[in-house]
């Protein structure tokens, strides 16, 4: 008994020596980046045959139709893919260096335990007359405003922007979960507008043509879309931290945020081009409803500083936390502020 | 024992038995059927052009992609896809076959494996497929084989399995060598399996080309059908799964054809 006590008075020593290691251990680097984030420069020689793996088939498509795509100083793998899940996923299977996606993947990549980093970041001017979503409403169901909600079912989908879009709405209502069914569904294809209109939800964010073509079909029986009067706009690319610590992608993910924004300028400088070489030619869409998703995203907007940005992100961050009972993150972390004014000089230079 | 019922019975009817002669394009009178019924839904309004546009009208979506040159793009990437891997399935799926058939030991270590791949839904596979081969063609062929290796492994072992034990018997009696054993009468005995395994598998290869082509694909039917998905054009949807059924019953066709020719010496219910 007594001998029992001893050993394992013992082993408690050594494991709190052990604990306290690796606290001092890990708490040093830890505390050096937490201090200045930014202290490390991004270093800027790409040494020749360094090679990214971009999933962002948007900016492909426009680096190809401007021919910018030729001046690229690295290689590039093109993978076609793009949105939160798919992204995680490419990143987990070690097969994607960097990704295209609004706010939300990167947190609930983190959460997931996935460490990224924002690298980039676009908005849109007027982001409140020129949303990405609309809350589509099922044929037959009353919704004018946003208080209407109440007691609705909602397609919900934690990990994508559309989930984060629903909660805010709902904040911004001044309603709590429990007043709403939300009803978890992946946003993923057509799945909101076929949901909607066989009524297995009454509201469901929908984007882009997809509400043009929603309210076409089913606007006879009664289905509608309201604004839901919330900025939705953020567009990231982001990149997991393993990547980024090696100097090669680094740098040459600089380069590529450099050419990101120039494209995202030839695109809304030549909306025929676009329209006919990306939503016509590879998207399979007609010229019409290319124009009415050119109208619909209006004049983009690249800050030259984040502290905003960030602002938003952590009250998204704080938000989701709560609602998902995930533990709060520190917005900063998110993003890597090396690649801060990467973007906005590059179009005040040329 | 032939009962006094069974005996009256035998002399009241001459009814023959068996199947009796075929019918000419018998295989598309079905098919046909499902169309004309598809037809007069769409023509008197009681199928919704929303959730089933008309057959007319998937057949305007298919001539305007054909005169564009992308259904036949897609066509060309996916049956090389599908052809890949239903040849690299078939490979394995018969040796498998043949070893676990063949060898007790063989059937300790085979069978299970193949038996829990058969459990195991390939969708669900495919992140760890992703993991494993990368998001490139290499997934996409490994996972198309490992589906199409499944009908061909069952069908073929099962069939191999039970060969009439009076064939062994006889080929012991004739003093047949094994390799001689296996080309005389385990193959021919194992074939009709075989071509079961293989109708099955020619269909496997291209549904999982939905699945592959989710991922990472810039071409390819199942591409067409997820890209479509992205804007709600149900037409173009509907487009590719008629693609699908043209090719399932073309594939099917064809396999039996091959089948009707190398199983000629039997004499079946069928025939």
């Given at each position: 008994m007594l001998a029992v006590e001893r050993f394992s008075r013992r082993r408690f020593g050594a494991l709190v020596a052990a604990f306290a290691v690796t606290l001092v251990a890990f708490s040093a680097p830890f505390g050096a980046e937490a201090g200045s984030p930014d202290a490390g420069k991004l270093p800027s020689k790409i040494p020749e045959g360094t090679v990214l793996r971009i999933g962002d088939p948007e900016t492909q498509r426009a680096l190809e139709l401007s021919g910018l795509i030729n001046q690229l100083p690295f290689k590039v793998e093109w993978a076609n893919i793009s949105g939160g899940p798919q992204t995680i996923e490419a990143f987990r299977a070690n097969a994607l260096d960097v990704g295209s996606v609004a706010d939300i993947p990167p947190i609930h990549a983190t959460w997931t335990g996935l460490k990224v980093k924002i690298i980039a970041a676009k908005f849109r001017k007027e982001p409140v007359a020129h949303p990405i979503y609309?809350?589509?409403?099922a044929p037959g169901v009353e919704v004018k405003t946003l208080a209407d909600l109440r007691g609705k079912r909602i397609a919900f989908s934690p990990g994508q922007a559309q989930g984060a879009l629903v909660l805010r709405v709902l904040q911004a209502a001044g309603l709590k979960r429990e007043d709403v069914t939300l009803i978890e569904l992946p946003s993923k294809g057509d799945a909101y507008p076929v949901a909607l209109a066989s009524k297995q939800v009454d509201v469901a964010p929908i984007w882009g043509v997809l509400v043009k073509h929603y309210l076409h079909q089913y606007g006879a029986d009664g289905a509608t879309t309201i604004p839901h009067g919330l900025r939705d706009d953020p567009a990231h690319l982001y990149a997991p931290q393993a990547v980024l610590d090696d100097p090669a992608k680094a740098a040459a993910l600089g380069e590529y945020v450099r050419y990101w924004a120039l494209a995202a300028r030839w695109v809304q400088e030549h909306p025929k081009e676009w329209i006919a070489g990306y939503y016509v030619a590879t998207q399979g869409l007609n010229a019409e409803d290319?124009?009415?998703?050119?109208?619909?995203?209006?004049?983009?907007d690249i800050p030259p500083d984040w502290n905003d940005v960030i602002v938003r992100q952590q009250s998204t961050i704080d938000l989701l936390a709560r609602e998902l009972n995930r533990p709060r993150i520190k917005a900063e972390d998110l993003f890597d502020r090396r690649f801060e004014t990467i973007a906005a000089n590059a179009l005040n230079a040329s | 024992?032939?009962?006094?019922?069974?005996?009256?019975?035998?002399?009241?009817?001459?009814?023959?038995?068996?199947?009796?002669?075929?019918?000419?394009?018998?295989?598309?009178?079905?098919?046909?059927?499902l169309l004309v019924i598809w037809s007069i839904g769409s023509i008197a309004g009681l199928i919704d052009p929303r959730t089933l546009p008309a057959p007319w009208s998937v057949v305007g979506t298919a001539i305007d992609l054909l005169a564009e040159g992308k259904l036949q793009d897609h066509l060309m990437t996916s049956a090389w896809r599908a052809a890949q891997g239903l040849a690299f399935g078939v490979l394995?799926?018969?040796?498998?076959?043949?070893?676990?058939?063949?060898?007790?030991?063989?059937?300790?270590i085979i069978d299970g494996p193949v038996q829990i791949k058969r459990a195991i839904p390939t969708l669900a596979l495919i992140p760890l497929l992703m993991l494993w081969f990368g998001i490139g063609e290499g997934m996409k062929v490994t996972t198309i084989a490992l589906a199409v290796l499944i009908p061909i492994y069952i069908q073929t072992h099962s069939s191999l399995r039970s060969i009439d034990s009076r064939y062994v018997e006889l080929a012991q009696t004739l003093r047949m060598g094994y390799g001689e054993f296996i080309r005389e009468v385990i193959l021919p005995g194992a074939l009709p399996g075989f071509f079961l395994g293989l109708r099955l598998a020619v269909t496997y290869a291209w549904l999982s080309l939905v699945v592959v082509e989710q991922v990472n694909a810039t071409s390819g039917i199942g591409y067409m059908i997820d890209l479509a998905?992205?804007?709600?054009?149900?037409?173009i949807v509907i487009v590719g799964l008629v693609v699908y059924a043209l090719l399932g019953l073309g594939c099917d066709g064809i396999v039996r054809l091959f089948q009707e020719r190398s199983l000629s010496w039997r004499r079946t219910l069928a025939d």
């Open positions: 609309q809350l589509g409403i290319g124009q009415y998703l050119v109208d619909a995203d209006g004049q983009f | 024992m032939i009962t006094p019922a069974v005996q009256a019975r035998k002399t009241a009817t001459r009814r023959r038995l068996a199947l009796g002669r075929a019918i000419p394009f018998g295989a598309l009178i079905g098919p046909a059927f394995i799926g018969t040796t498998l076959a043949l070893i676990s058939g063949l060898s007790r030991l063989g059937e300790a998905r992205n804007y709600g054009q149900t037409d």
